[in-house]
């Protein structure tokens, strides 16, 4: 959930084994005490949950400044050009001269967040805390010091929650529940904002509190932060390094890009074959010459015999038991696994890879018997490009209307037919709509950019953003096509075949 943003049962399964093990363990050794005690708490009224939807909202911001300003720090001592070494100096120097005054902030502080909880720190001291833990946090891991970001995320959000649930108790005394409540709820919406992780947040509160009666306001809260924080930045806490090193993580599940693909898309129709009665001598010359490692085989009848391979070959010719009149089937894999046209492309390449094989016969359905192709190593290598182009055509068309929704224009692709009569003309000499762009012109292979002097050539695709009035304007004056234009072109059409003759 944390870096993937993926909740699924298999992964849930694993985690409730590992946590419910661990809580044995737990209370065996350590006791059945919680890490935080708890104050007493209800629902005073249903309308608090309104209040701690404002909590939820306060929290995702400082959940987002708490990372910014974290990796802010990181620069600063990159940009800081004095030796490696000195730089955890200057990081611990500072966090002592703060913990100097605050000895709070010193370690993870689950002294502090206890007394948080209990209410027994003022107003104004939770909300200086809260500040200094945050910069101290930040000194000492953009230092380069040892340290995380969990244990700082409670404390943090331990003091806002402190603060905000002193300052409604005294604007609203009969509507609100202690403090303490605030607090508790201000650590899991805190950490919720800063890693995405709403349902980590909420089970790790319950584990360390041993209380489940604050269950709807923290549940609301935390959900409120996670959604909020990643509208105002795309990475968590954790993500942002790796986005930062150049790795960028799709949140949510996986596609696998080859599901779409099938292995009739993939595979190389009508391959070339052997006979099982070709010779040994002249299946090595077939290698030789052709350069594959590999052949269907066909029996006399063209139906599938096997595969031989020219391992196959070399391990006969290595063992010197090639007699002279041997042939292909006798050496070759006779029943080899075989691929169907119609399923996808992912269970043949599965099925390469647990037998460590480099072909498959590609057969039809209704006959087993008919060789209608071969998948090869290259052929999934083509496919796959095939895939990750399809995948990204989807995105970009995706994009195109996700910006049309917003700004109201939206992205035009027109080919240029040769008798239209703006081919051959400059741009600046075309009068198109004043509310459109023409973005790029795709020639062929090559990507043009276009310029006032750019000429328009038969054959262009040119991509434009237009306003959404004027879509169709823009279109028809491309498909406009000149009538002379058009009579020439069918003249020389139907010339064509008497000069080639």
Not at 255 to 262: F, Y
């Amino acid at each position: 959930e944390i870096i993937l943003g993926e909740f699924s049962v298999g992964y849930f399964s694993t985690v409730v084994i590992s946590s419910v093990t661990a809580s044995i363990i737990g209370h065996v050794f350590l006791g059945d005490e919680p890490s935080f005690p708890v104050p007493p708490y209800s629902m005073v009224s249903p309308w608090e949950l309104l209040l701690y939807a404002v909590l939820g909202v306060a929290a995702a911001f400082v959940a987002v400044a708490f990372t910014h300003t974290l990796y802010k720090f990181e620069d600063i001592f990159d940009a800081w050009r004095f030796p490696e070494y000195l730089k955890p100096m200057a990081g611990g120097l500072g966090m002592g001269i703060i913990g100097l005054y605050f000895p709070d902030l010193f370690g993870v502080g689950y002294g502090a967040i206890e007394r948080a909880l209990l209410g027994e720190i003022l107003g104004g001291t939770v909300l200086l805390l809260l500040v200094l833990k945050v910069i101290a946090t930040s000194l000492t891991i953009g230092s380069g010091g040892s340290g995380g970001v969990f244990a700082p995320s409670l404390f943090i959000g331990s003091m806002l929650g402190a603060a905000y649930g002193v300052a409604v108790h005294h604007w609203l005394p009969t509507l609100t529940a202690a403090p303490g409540a605030y607090a508790l709820v201000g650590m899991a919406a805190v950490f919720a904002g800063a890693a995405r992780a709403p349902i980590t947040s909420i089970i790790i509160l319950f584990e360390m509190t041993d209380d489940y009666r604050i269950i709807l306001p923290l549940m609301f809260a935390t959900v409120i932060s996670t959604l909020l924080s990643e509208h105002l930045s795309r990475e968590s806490v954790y993500t942002l390094k790796l986005t930062r090193r150049g790795i960028h993580l799709e949140r949510g599940r996986d596609i696998d890009v080859m599901q779409g693909i099938t292995v009739g898309e993939a595979m190389t129709p009508d391959p070339e074959t052997v006979s099982v009665n070709t010779t040994l001598r002249e299946l090595a010359d077939r290698f030789a010459t052709s350069h594959y490692h590999g052949y269907p085989v066909l029996d006399e009848e063209g139906r599938l015999y096997g595969v031989v391979t020219l391992q196959d070959l070399e391990r006969v010719t290595r063992n010197g038991k090639r007699p002279p009149g041997a042939t292909v089937g006798q050496i070759c894999t006779r029943n080899p696994l075989v691929a169907y046209p119609d399923e996808p492309l992912w269970a043949a390449l599965k099925r390469i890879g647990t037998r460590d094989i480099g072909r498959l016969p590609v057969v039809s359905r209704e006959d087993p018997t008919r060789l209608v192709g071969l998948i090869r190593g290259n052929d999934i290598i083509r496919a796959y490009n095939k895939a990750i182009a399809r995948r990204v055509e989807l995105q970009h068309r995706a994009e195109r209307l996700r910006l049309g929704k917003v700004t109201g224009t939206e992205f035009v692709e027109v080919d240029v037919h040769p008798a239209s009569p703006l081919a051959g003309r400059q741009i600046k000499e075309l009068d198109l709509p004043s509310d459109c762009v023409l973005i790029s012109i795709q020639r062929g292979r090559r990507l043009v950019i276009p310029h006032g002097d750019t000429v328009v050539q038969p054959g262009d695709r040119v991509t434009a953003l237009v306003d959404t009035h004027c879509r169709e304007l823009f279109q028809s004056q491309f498909e406009e096509l000149d009538p002379v234009r058009v009579e020439e072109l069918e003249k020389e059409k139907r010339a064509r075949p008497f000069a080639e003759v």
